[in-house]
């Protein structure tokens, strides 16, 4: 999409951006931004953040793009500004708000998904000195469920005791996944999901073929799907489905050996979707990430039954507590493809 300096919003968000404004007489010290991921969360954010720094914002409370505030804050260097995300995350330009694994380029260890403490303890001294331009420091944290214990802890305690001219921009995927203390400390706002037909229009302006099915395979999140269609995921997704769609204890050992090296979180995300749309099909009639696959799904609906299909899916949510650390990432596939192989028996 091509973005100009006085409008960097996604065409859904021009609602939510005009409410945000009616807060802007009287900022709290912290906002927490919530919402689906994938859905341009951080862009949002970050063209708020850039807004408030502005020297001349525009009549709809957009960045100028030509100030030196807005100059700085473009070259990612902005001395009143900071951005705090997971090392996973800090080799990506700040457009992602999944929260997902990153490739990066820290090949010798790697790189760390939580937000630590020495990452609070580092705001200390950019909080405590005065400002560059006489104006707001403006710190954006996402995703804020990344916050590990101790470091949410040490949050709380700036949060508790803002330091003056100090604006906290929160960003949640899960509010669910933060602790009561820090959200009873925010304003909360969400930002809202486009509808289906907003976000295929977008994805199809990017140029996306078969969109319709990207969508859905995404959940409805344009920028997610965006990001699917022109990643390399796409044949260790067919090579999945095929072996959901056909399932056997055979298929499965094979499956995992060619799928051993795609990440396993991201599979058991994918299967997840999988039974879901089973569970779906079955007791509503409707698939909704994999319409694709239709006629699939609907005879192995027929083989299947609902209460096996709910064990399955709390079974996923177990497995995606372990999918970022397994012991051997073929034997977690192997295991999990054998499993969803014997409720068919």
């Known amino acids: ?3 100009t300096s006085t409008d960097p919003l996604l065409p859904w968000q021009g609602e939510s951006w005009r409410q945000l404004q009616q807060l802007r007489e009287r900022l709290p010290h912290a906002l927490l931004f919530y919402g689906a991921a994938g859905t341009g969360k951080t862009r949002f954010l970050e063209a ?19 100030c030196p505030s807005c100059n700085w804050f473009s070259q990612s260097n902005h001395p009143d500004y900071r951005r705090v995300r997971p090392e996973v995350l800090e080799d990506e330009p700040g457009e992602d708000d999944s929260g997902e694994e990153k490739k990066t380029a820290k090949a010798s260890k790697a790189p760390s998904k939580d937000i630590k403490i020495d990452q609070i303890r580092a705001l200390a001294d950019f909080m ?25 802890n040490a949050l709380l305690k700036t949060l508790e005791e803002p330091p003056p001219g100090t604006m906290f921009l929160l960003l949640s995927n899960r509010l669910d996944r933060l602790l009561p203390t820090i959200l009873s400390r925010c304003r909360k706002f969400a930002l809202n999901a486009p509808g289906h037909d907003e976000a295929l229009a977008w994805l199809k302006q990017q140029g996306v073929k078969d969109a319709d099915a990207w969508l859905a395979e995404q959940g409805g999140a344009p920028l997610a799907a965006l990001e ?37 979180a991201e599979l058991v995300g994918w ?23 239709g006629k699939e799904l609907g005879r192995l609906a027929e083989r299947v039954d609902a209460l096996a299909l709910s064990r399955a899916l ?4 177990d497995r995606r507590a372990i999918a970022d650390h397994p012991l051997s990432a073929k034997l977690f596939i192997e295991e999990m493809l054998i499993d969803y192989a014997r409720m068919f028996d």
């Open 1 to 3: 999409m091509s973005v």
């Open 128 to 152: 405590n000195v005065s400002t560059h331009r006489s104006g707001l420091r403006v710190v954006m944290l996402y995703p804020a469920e990344a916050l590990n214990t101790a470091a949410a």
């Open 48 to 66: 708020f953040a850039k807004s408030l720094l502005c020297e001349s914002p525009t009549p709809e409370a957009h960045a100028c793009g030509v």
């Open 228 to 264: 699917a269609a022109q990643g390399e995921g796409r044949e260790a997704l067919d090579e999945l489905l095929r072996q959901l769609a056909q399932p056997g204890v055979d298929g499965a050992l094979r499956a995992a050996d060619k799928l051993q090296k795609t990440p396993a």
């Open 314 to 317: 709390r079974g996923m949510g």
């Open 271 to 293: 299967v997840q979707r999988w039974l879901y749309d089973l569970l779906s099909l079955k007791s509503a009639g409707v698939v909704r990430y994999y319409p694709r696959y």
